[in-house]
């Protein structure tokens, strides 16, 4: 690069691109910049390349590929800095398509995130406390609760927040269909009765009925735990009205027959009366 070179580059900017290591060979292509205006060469960083493309066409850009990564670099450094000397932000690159914004969570909308993992020092702390409570309950890796479940039970327990927690989370969901193992042990009722026990969807209606009464003595009347479920328990009569037999349905009963087929059904009996007499008498004499 000559001297007259030198002296048509803009001296705040030739002393950058050395800070830059721009190499000295590709310093004339900055010939009529200025800090300012080589900061606004490229609309944003993702046309950068395409710029430097053109404004290197009529140097020697090196073959081999390393050197041609340093060039680019050292050029692409120099615009940062001349955007910064500026003070202009560099702005993102417009090719990747930002993430949607999240829609916003309502309280009291329908669809509820689940709430956030309780730490292992609270989830030994809740340990801690139930064993100092029930201290003939034995917890271990069979019958611990999951963390979703804990972070439920710990989020309703916390004033106006005590809500029905759904089974699925209560147990293992397979257990709602499939027959866990057991001891039988007969619940039904006699065949004569016609009575039978709530099936699995009535007693799951009938629990969460139990607990919407539990968190409106909690959340509404500012009850504690322990003497809104022993009112429901053992006061009122909810339990044993939702939890009552019902009757059977009758079987062996087609589907087709008419409302009235089962009734019995009286005949007519006939009133008329016969009243003819025959009068007719033979009168005729053998000969």
């Known amino acids: 690069m000559s001297d007259a070179d030198m002296l048509a580059v803009d001296g705040e900017l030739l002393r950058l691109a050395c800070a830059c290591k721009v190499p000295e060979s590709h310093h004339e292509v900055l010939r009529n910049f200025d800090i300012a205006l080589f900061g606004r060469a490229a609309a944003d960083a993702s046309t950068l390349d395409q710029v430097l493309e053109e404004l290197l066409s009529d140097t020697a850009v090196p073959e081999s590929a390393a050197e041609r990564l340093l060039l680019f670099s050292s050029f692409r450094l120099l615009y940062d800095k001349c955007r910064q ?14 993430a949607p914004p999240a829609p916003p969570v309502h309280r009291d909308s329908w669809s509820e995130s689940f709430p956030a993992k309780l ?6 702390s809740l340990r801690d406390s139930f064993e100092s409570a029930y201290p003939g309950e034995l917890l271990d890796s069979e019958n611990f609760p999951s963390s979703r479940m804990l972070a439920l039970c710990f989020k309703y ?20 269909y499939d027959d866990a193992p057991s001891r039988e042990i007969p ?5 004569g009765s016609g009575l039978r026990g709530p099936t699995a969807e009535e007693m799951m209606a009938a629990d969460r009925r139990l607990w919407e009464i539990i968190a409106e003595l909690v959340n509404s009347k500012k009850w504690s735990l322990d003497d809104a479920i022993a009112e429901v328990v053992d006061v009122r009569s909810d339990m044993a009205s939702l939890l009552q037999p019902r009757p059977l349905p009758p079987k062996n009963v087609p589907v087709d027959v008419p409302r009235n087929f089962w009734r019995p059904s ?3 009996k006939g009133k008329g009366k016969g009243g003819g007499k025959g009068g007719a008498k033979g009168a005729g004499k053998q000969l």
Do not use: C, I
């Open 157 to 176: 327990a916390t004033p106006g927040e005590l809500k029905w927690v759904p089974w699925k989370y209560r147990m293992l969901e397979d257990f709602l």
């Open 266 to 268: 009286k005949g007519n």
């Open 85 to 98: 000397h500026q003070g202009l932000l560099s702005e993102p690159n417009k090719s990747t398509p930002e």
């Open 119 to 124: 730490s292992g020092e609270k989830v030994q």
């Open 187 to 191: 619940t039904g009722y006699e065949a």
